[in-house]
DNA sequence: AGGCATGTTACAGG
DNA sequence: ACCTGTAACATGCC
């Protein structure tokens, strides 16, 4: 589920749900996530309301009251369900929609509001996290302190690209997937946007032009536009009933489909697999040079 | 049974 | 110190 769009769907979802609740109760089903949660940090957060709902690259700041600041991290598995309580039945009324009875065992933390509504952390693989912090000292935090410019703003520009390859030794793919060099974007989006620029993700950095500079700026701009509009990808399979759920993964065209026809009209290669940084990466071999 | 999975980071080696 | 690539974390699915 989560890249750079996946978590900013989550913040905008978030937003319109928790804001000015507040907290009754909280409950640990399973504090250890990737890192111990901090319990003290954690029930200090009952009795404050969530005021504000930030995203960095891929992590979710939650500003609330008393300058409280809680950073959670998604992993690859983790969820932020809300839970409503129209029609005496708890539904889901989030993009993402849970099979209730089946991933109950992963709910990992328990927010209870005042008025019985309940966020849930969920996280199967459990390489999420939450940390608490004072909200004037988040940037500060070493998760976040490191962090490459937010790859939609106006610091990721070519000037900043061409200084930071300068002189390095790297494939493409890897420096896209590199969150100091771009904050963000992980293994699916980085496959997409060499496919779009017709770059061979295998490519090292010194033999990328100026002109495919331009391009993989413009098209990672694009694509993360496109699919945040789209509600994100949501890749595994879910039952879908009253939420809404991403449908970007049906615009994929190279992540996922080794064996399958190129996506450009004028190409009828086969799109091939190959691994670059442990991860699984897909490209046409016509196309992408 | 074994390989694979949307992420991050500790560590090893150059 | 810098740069790069690999393995590990935990769990479920095919």
Known sequence: MPELPEVEVVKQSLERKILNLRIK????NDGKLRYIVDKNELFNLVGKKFKKIERRSKYLIFHLEKHITMIAHL???GKFFFIDKKNKKFKTSFYYDLNLEKDKKHDRIIFIFQNDEKLIYN???KFGFVKFCRAVDYYKNRHIRDLGPEPLSKDWDQ??????IFGRNRTIKSILMDQKFVSGLGNIYANEILFLSKIKPTRKVKKIKEFEIKKVINY???ILKSSIKYGGSSIKDFSSDNGKKGIFQQYFKAYGREGKTCSNIDCNSIIKRTIISNRATFFCNKCQK
Do not use: C, L, N
Request: proline share 0%.
């Open 25 to 28: 109760k909280i409950k640990i």
């Open 220 to 222: 990672t701009k694009k």
């Open 123 to 125: 996280d199967i693989r």
């Open 159 to 164: 000037r900043y690209f061409k200084r930071y």
């Open 75 to 77: 992993g690859m598995t």
